[in-house]
T-cell receptor
């Protein structure tokens, strides 16, 4: 599976838009990009998944360029409660796939 | 809606003791996973089960064994606990490997 690289940490003020970019240069044709959010002392929670172009749900947007070698998770107007660790995963379809997490990006939102 | 249930929530073991962490899901999911998370670190996959009757090693399987008892239950066993196994253990399940995974609340294990 493609290795992912994302920033270790980011800081933001409340109300700003936050964009977290993930690099996955060796992504394969049958791979999807998936993002999870983890709060302290809790298990991760699924945020969004996409294959190409743009996906949007009530929580976030996911932008994937045509070459799919990177992706950007966009969180609109973050609040203090968005302080968490965000993980980018590459997930393969069709075969047994290990759901492998990296170190994630620690987002700190302040007033 | 229970989702993924892990037992126990907390456990303290002495070095060399054995124990089994239990995980059950009520979503009729095919795939189940066990992870460990050390303080300030990401999750590392210990073992996973793509479907009932199959199990495979993840990134850090040494010192652990698993059993996919049935479609609902996936247990993790420490045969001889070591201090290096002090961690928070998470169980997860998903319909398939590429679909949304749901996590349990975690088991905080301390080995002294």
């Amino acid at each position: 599976l493609a290795k992912t690289t994302q920033p270790i940490s980011m800081d933001s003020y409340e109300g700003q838009e936050v964009n977290i970019t993930c690099s996955h240069n060796n992504i394969a044709t049958n791979d999807y990009i998936t993002w999870y959010q983890q709060f302290p002392s809790q298990g991760p929670r699924f945020i969004i998944q996409g294959y190409k172009t743009k996906v949007t749900n009530e929580v976030a947007s996911l932008f994937i360029p045509a070459d799919r070698k990177s992706s950007t998770l966009s969180l609109p107007r973050v609040s203090l409660s968005d302080t968490a660790v965000y993980y980018c995963l590459v997930v393969r379809t069709g075969t047994a796939s290990k759901l492998t997490f990296g170190t994630g990006t620690r987002l700190q939102v302040t007033l | 809606n229970a989702g993924v249930t892990q037992t126990p929530k907390f456990q303290v073991l002495k070095t060399g003791q054995s124990m089994t962490l239990q995980c059950a899901q009520d979503m009729n999911h095919n795939s189940m996973y066990w992870y460990r998370q050390d303080p300030g670190m990401g999750l590392r996959l210990i073992y996973y089960s793509a479907s009932e009757g199959t199990t495979d090693k993840g990134e850090v399987p040494n010192g652990y064994n698993v059993s996919r008892l049935n479609k609902r239950e996936f247990s993790l066993r420490l045969e001889s606990a070591a201090p290096s196994q002090t961690s928070v253990y998470f169980c997860a399940s998903s319909e398939y490997q590429n679909t949304e995974a749901f996590f349990g609340q975690g088991t905080r294990l301390t080995v002294v």
